[in-house]
């Protein structure tokens, strides 16, 4: 399993872009590489999921080099609801989430 | 998310005894999964569960059992709690395999071993 490496934290202000990068240097070329987020006193929440190049949804953006060696989640003019931890998992296309590991997540806190 | 309700939200009891806890799926999803949370270790996989009757172990699994008599139920079991197993517990479900099958998580349960 492809390992990842993210900041522990990271704090922002309202308004702002935070971006989150991962490094995940020893990705095969079957992984694909799946944000999530988490609330305190819930579960982890899907955000986005890529492969290469960007993606975009309504939440954030995923952006992959061409060596897929890191990724960057992108959240655009944050909020103080956007406070949670972000989790980076590098994954097998064709595997299912017992072939996912959680690694220690990015704390980002959003100041007024 | 995903129609997934874990019960109880919160159990304290005490060590040595037997707790089983409960995930139910309204999704019809296939796949389910029982992971732990604490400090400065993120979630780990404890067991999953393929299909009914199917399941297998993951990275933490000594001391945990688990049952699926129904596609919608999956019971994690801890046949003798100890303090170590203190922890928050969270149940997910994917639909299937691959990239098109993010894990969907229930809100957990809290445990106390004392």
């Known amino acids: 399993l492809a390992k990842t490496t993210q900041p522990i934290s990271m704090d922002s202000y309202e308004g702002q872009e935070v971006n989150i990068t991962c490094s995940h240097n020893n990705i095969a070329t079957n992984d694909y590489i799946t944000w999530y987020q988490q609330f305190p006193s819930q579960g982890p929440r899907f955000i986005i999921q890529?492969?290469?190049t960007k993606v975009t949804n309504e939440v954030a953006s995923l952006f992959i080099p061409a060596d897929r060696k890191s990724s960057t989640l992108s959240l655009p003019r944050v909020s103080l609801s956007d406070t949670a931890v972000y989790y980076c998992?590098?994954?097998?296309?064709?595997?299912?989430?017992?072939?996912?590991?959680f690694g220690g997540g990015t704390r980002v806190l959003v100041k007024p | 998310d995903a129609g997934i309700t874990q019960s109880p939200r919160h159990k304290v009891t005490e060590t040595g005894t037997p707790v089983t806890l409960r995930c139910h799926q309204t999704e019809n999803h296939r796949y389910m999964y029982w992971y732990r949370q604490d400090p400065g270790h993120g979630l780990r996989l404890i067991h999953y569960s393929y299909g009914v009757k199917d399941t297998d172990k993951g990275e933490v699994s000594d001391g945990y059992s688990v049952s699926r008599s129904k596609t919608e139920d999956f019971l994690l079991t801890l046949e003798s709690a100890t303090s170590s197993q203190t922890s928050v517990y969270f149940c997910?479900?994917?639909?299937?395999?691959?990239?098109?099958?993010?894990?969907?998580f229930g809100n957990g349960t809290r445990l106390t071993v004392t």
């Open positions: 890529g492969y290469k």
């Open positions: 997910a479900t994917t639909l299937g395999t691959g990239i098109n099958s993010p894990l969907h």
């Open positions: 998992l590098v994954g097998e296309i064709r595997a299912a989430g017992n072939k996912l590991t």
